[in-house]
Structures are given as structure tokens and as C-alpha cells.
């Protein structure tokens, strides 16, 4: 969906998985995209990502970080699935509105009558003999 010279990819030591090698290991992986001055996304599309992704952008640009993994290979794998997954649903067009309905005759009475035997339920508890 986005071509990778648009991508930028930093490097930096993680601290998950790797023994004594996450010392000197770069195999945390931060991948970030400018979506605002993308080329490759439709101006409708850019929108409804930036709308959506808006808690997450910095100046335009998302930025998601991968260090789950031992090798930093495996991390720039995680870190483009994530990207790709956090860009598709934001792209996702939105869900049909739901249609209004009413409430049947039925459902009404089942209802009342279920408030009216829960009030007799009560009013049985008041402790009035009469």
C-alpha cells in the first residue's frame, strides 16, 4: 500500500528478549510514515486516516515501534505488520448507519407487564397485612 522510500526506519538497543547481546544490539525497530505529505495515498483517504489517527500522529507522521524479537530483522517485520494493520483499519471506510426501528406491540407489553409483577414482587415485601 505504501512504497517503502517513504518509510523511515530508526534503530536503537531494546530492552526485551536477547540475553547479553541487547547491550550491544540495535534490534529495536521504530518505523514512522509522514501520512500528512504522503504521495501515495488519495486525498480521502489521507483525511480519513488523519481523522482517525489523530491521537497517535506527531506533526503528521505515526510513528510504531517493534522490540519483541531477538534479531532486528524480525523486529522490522513486526514493525511494517503493524504499520500496515494500524493504516488499513484506519483507512476502513465507516460502518453503515443503523436504520431506526420501533419497538414492537409485543416487546412493549412483555415489558410492562415484567415492571408490573416486579412492583407486586415489592409492594408483597412492605410488610402491610391488611
Not at 95 to 106: I, Q, V
Request: a positive charge; proline letters at 6%.
Amino acid at each position: 500500500m505504501v512504497p517503502a522510500a517513504e518509510l523511515t526506519e530508526r534503530f536503537s538497543r531494546s530492552s526485551g528478549p536477547g540475553g547479553q547481546g541487547v547491550n550491544t544490539t540495535d534490534s529495536r525497530v521504530e518505523l514512522s510514515l509522514d501520512v500528512a505529505a504522503s504521495g501515495s495515498l488519495p486525498d480521502t483517504l489521507r483525511d480519513r486516516v488523519l481523522s482517525r489517527l489523530a491521537g497517535r500522529l506527531v506533526d503528521g507522521v505515526v510513528t510504531v515501534v517493534a522490540s519483541e524479537h531477538r534479531t532486528q530483522l524480525a523486529n522490522r517485520k513486526a514493525a511494517r505488520e503493524r504499520l500496515a494493520q494500524l493504516l488499513r483499519e484506519a483507512a476502513a471506510p465507516p460502518p453503515a448507519k443503523r436504520r431506526p426501528t420501533r419497538p414492537t406491540r409485543g416487546s412493549k407489553e412483555r415489558r410492562l407487564g415484567a415492571k408490573k409483577r416486579r412492583g407486586e414482587i415489592k409492594r408483597g415485601r412492605q410488610g402491610r397485612f391488611d
